[in-house]
């Protein structure tokens, strides 16, 4: 049997921060445990909560480090020590404000590049020589730290269950092809924007539509606006939003929510 794939996801304990930016990494293991329907499996354990099992052909532990992210290594490091896995079978998932919201980038090693959660995790094991799924949350209008730490705009999180749904395949991708394979896939993706929104100006790059021509021919009738419960359109009856990557259920909004946004 094959070594299982870890996939840690960072971010910080607690309600307070559990829909900020910072917790992106937590959000795309989420998402991961939904679709191999593990959610609310985990065991805690060594700093961390950890739930194993199958997702499709593969076998993979999801990691939520417990620590706040400044301490993120020493749940990482024991979680190594406890698996005896190779550092090559482990992926780090984080959030970067260097990227645009709405890019992925992978890298299969490299510096902590400023992100306390990576430098952490270097720190503790005395290498770099790590893959990362960078998502991008966006530059900073204001300090770094307040950036990361606030919750998405609600644009951003009209476009997010697609974000995080391609964050998901990223990792299934490189979960067989590995980081080179991955990053060859996906460091190029671009988040489509949503149906008539503006194209310049806004934190999304404005990608055509899944399923818009990209081509332009004379003559060509303009791409369709997709309707409820189609590729790219809102929310249809069933409650779900069909994306390029995927279909996602949209859960209820409380008034709570709001008010914590």
Known sequence: MSDPRLIVGLGNPGSKYAETRHNVGWMVLDRLADRAGLGGRGKERDAAIAIRGRLGDLEIVLVKPLTF????????????????????????VVDDFALPFGRLRIRPDGTHGG????????????????????????EPRRDAIDHVLSRFSDRERQLLPELLDAAADAVQTWAREGATGAANRWNGWVLPALPGASAGGDAAP????????????????????????????????????RTGTGWRRILARTADDDRRA
């Open 69 to 92: 992210m400044n301490d993120s290594g020493i749940a990482v490091r024991k979680l190594l020590a406890r698996e005896h896995v190779p550092l090559e079978q482990m992926l780090v």
């Open 206 to 241: 404005g990608a055509a539509l899944p399923g818009a021509s990209a081509g332009g021919d004379e003559g060509e009738r303009p791409a369709r606006t997709p309707g409820p419960g189609e590729a790219g359109g809102p929310v249809g009856p069933d409650g779900i939003r």
């Open 115 to 138: 992100h306390n959660g990576l430098r952490s995790i270097v720190t503790e094991l005395g290498t770099q020589r790590f893959a990362r799924l960078r998502v991008g949350i966006g």
